[in-house]
């Protein structure tokens, strides 16, 4: 609504002429009537009289609704959600620019579309030259810095932080990175590892268990990356790539659910080693796993796709 249509709509409902009100802010009824009919807005001077005559906030007046605008952030993410599992990048990209043209401060948005750029042109490849790399690269840094200065004291900025950290190792400005990582606080002091503490009953178990969820990813993710290290053997490399199984094994009680995507990946690539050593039977016993794994993943039910499996 305009600000003309407020007006309107409050004058009506508090049964107010426009001469009434005209009178009381010391203005001529046409004043009045040209607002409602959008053909001039009051001036600055007199939000705070208008805004006591109805009883309301300014921003009521100027149609910010802070609710309302909560619920559209709400709905803006869950499309992107669904996006983003489709895999259609380029229309999260499109349909966060034309958002931040509404939302131009909101610092969630701002993160995603920079999120999405990084996927397109880096995670992807799809920034093939150096101009394009250095153009999106400066296009990211600004949105993160951009949602930094948006978020409040109160409010977790971590994912910009986590954003640029990325983009600075994909530019390889590593000493940038560690600037921001060792301000970054240690993982003794993360809500993963504290939330549960401030809860009772039903709430803390499943702050718990999501913490235990998140940081049994992260531990593959750790896994992952020491396995590819290329200071260690293939043999070495099966014995890491077991761990990590046993590890999710152990954790989840062996009813992987969310993890058989990462199990699938794991078999995989224990299948590669094994076939390297010369152990093709064993190499073709992990493929047949890697198979099971990737079909449980693809298959599971709609309940327990992004739900920690000992929730389901």
Known sequence: MTIGSTIRQLRQEQDITQEQLAEAL????????????????????????????????????????????????SKILKHIQ????????????????????????????????????????????????????????DEIISLCERALRYYKPTEDNSFPKLLLIFQYEYMNEKEKAKAI???????????EMLEADVFDGKEALEKRQSALFSLTAYMHKMFYEIYRDASYSNEQKTEIL?????????????????FHGALAVNAAEQAVLLLKTGNTEKALDMLEAAYFHAHSYESRPDGEKYAPCWLS
């Open 242 to 258: 077991k761990a990590d199984s046993a590890m999710i094994d152990l954790i989840t009680g062996g009813k992987p659910r969310f």
């Open 181 to 191: 990582i060792s301000s970054l606080p240690y993982i003794s002091c993360t809500r």
């Open 82 to 137: 669904i996006s983003g599992v489709s895999g259609d990048r380029e229309e999260t990209e499109r349909y966060l620019r034309e958002k931040l043209k509404i939302y131009p401060n909101e610092p969630v948005l701002l993160c995603h579309l920079a999120s999405a750029l990084q996927d397109i042109y880096f995670r992807h490849g799809k920034a093939d030259t150096d101009k394009l790399k250095d153009e999106i690269s």
């Open 26 to 73: 010391g203005i001529t009824s046409r004043a009045v009537s040209q607002w409602e009919c959008d053909r001039t807005t009051p001036d600055i001077s007199q939000l705070p009289a208008l805004a006591n005559f109805f009883d309301v906030t300014t921003d009521h007046l100027l149609g910010v609704d802070i609710s309302r605008k909560e619920y559209e952030i």
